[in-house]
């Protein structure tokens, strides 16, 4: 399913969150209503478990609608065991929008809540299961809201925080790394916390909050990694990284270029050139598509994809564009044709290895 081209997916785990909030919600109207029929509490499971769902989606959907009014591209959404993921290709540009983006979910959620919850203070008579199943749908609108509030980056909280040190100190990699580091306090806290009503309170629940603890610790570390390869990649110019490279000519024999070249020296590719113009890029993956006892019959040109296949990028244009352009690019292998913007001359050729080299000095 697509909206606004932002595909929908459903990992499996989402049916368990239908089933345990199902559950918790037939258990609380059990409670509520001794005598109630299975069936009762089939249809207050079934339903409460739907509604869990559409408001997660409902609460992502409002962080990617409000990214694609910043001009950030969602590729999807993904609904699973923790809730949802929005999948942005990058990050927020400003800490206005940061903060917007990330603010416009648990807003969303709160109002939805509320929206809930209003049916049970209007004059209407509505039959129990149904003052059930809104009041229990509401309630958990509003926890979540909550809970995705919590300064713990890079949930919706600790984005929102991220957001106030950025625009304090001007300095997003900054901002990121205190962000993180509370975000990371905050996940063990949870863990403590889930110790102790585990083992303390003898509650089965407590883990979840660990689980949950240590996924969210992780996710703030590599979030943190993230912004920091980001930052530093946008402060890369390709000129200065690209490395030079030996040259096949069009005409080689295959089985030398094999041989004279491949072996010889640590390329995975070569830009291939005739009568003094680059034409074309083999990499070592056009070979392996050649079967060994027909390598003899091709010269280099025969198999090398051409250069006008490979996408252009300029020599002062920054690492992060060209990581996005590389990222993007449907067909492998991942390379571009690194142009000078002057005259139009091609002076190299990048791929992710140079750039991923270029973030480890
Ligand atoms: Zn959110």
Same mark, same amino acid.
């Given at each position: ?105 648990? $807003? *969303?959620?709160? %109002?939805?809540?509320?929206? @809930?919850?209003?049916?049970?203070? +209007? #004059?209407?008579? =509505? &039959? ?104 530093? $990649? *946008?402060?890369? %110019?390709?000129?200065?990284? @690209?490395?030079?490279?030996?040259? +096949? #000519?069009?005409? =080689? &024999? ?104 270029? $973030?480890?000095?």
């Amino acid at each position: 399913m697509k909206i606004k081209g932002i595909k929908i997916k459903l990992h499996f785990s989402t049916l368990l969150i239908v089933a345990l909030v199902g559950f918790y919600s037939a258990t609380f109207y059990s409670s509520l209503i001794p005598d109630a029929s299975i069936w009762e509490l089939i249809l207050v499971g079934v339903i409460n478990g739907i509604i869990i769902i559409f408001s997660i989606l409902i609460h992502e959907l409002s962080h990617s609608l409000m990214a694609l009014r910043y001009g950030l591209k969602v590729s999807e959404i993904e609904l699973n065991l923790f809730g949802g993921v929005s999948k942005m290709e990058e990050e927020p540009k400003t800490p206005k929008s940061e903060f917007k983006i990330s603010i416009v979910g648990p $807003l *969303s959620s709160f %109002i939805l809540g509320a929206l @809930l919850l209003i049916f049970l203070f +209007l #004059p209407i008579p =509505l &039959p129990a299961f149904v003052l059930v199943i809104l009041f229990y749908s509401g309630i958990t609108n509003i926890g979540l809201g909550i809970f995705n509030l919590l300064p713990a980056f890079p949930m919706d909280g600790g984005r929102v925080l991220r957001s106030f040190l950025w625009s304090r100190k001007k300095d997003l990699l900054s901002a990121t790394k205190v962000a993180s580091k509370v975000g990371i306090f905050f996940s063990y806290s949870l863990v403590v916390l889930g110790f102790i009503q585990w083992i303390f309170l003898g509650d089965f629940g407590g883990m979840w909050l660990i689980l949950m603890g240590f996924i969210l610790s992780s996710a703030a570390r590599r979030s943190y990694y993230q912004t920091k390869s980001e930052v530093k $990649l *946008s402060n890369i %110019i390709v000129r200065d990284i @690209l490395a030079q490279k030996f040259v +096949l #000519p069009y005409e =080689l &024999p295959l089985i030398d270029a094999i041989k004279y070249y491949f072996m010889a020296f640590n390329q995975y590719y070569f830009p291939v050139v005739d009568a003094g113009e680059f034409v074309g890029i083999l990499h070592l993956d056009d070979i392996k598509q050649i079967p060994i006892e027909k390598q003899t019959e091709f010269i280099v040109g025969d198999i090398a994809k051409k250069i006008s296949e490979f996408p252009i990028v300029f020599d002062e244009e920054s690492g992060k564009d060209v990581m996005k352009i590389l990222t993007q690019m449907d067909k492998k292998p991942n390379i571009a044709v690194v142009k000078e913007r002057y005259d139009q001359n091609i002076i190299g050729f990048i791929d992710e290895t140079e750039l991923i080299n270029a $973030l480890k000095l």
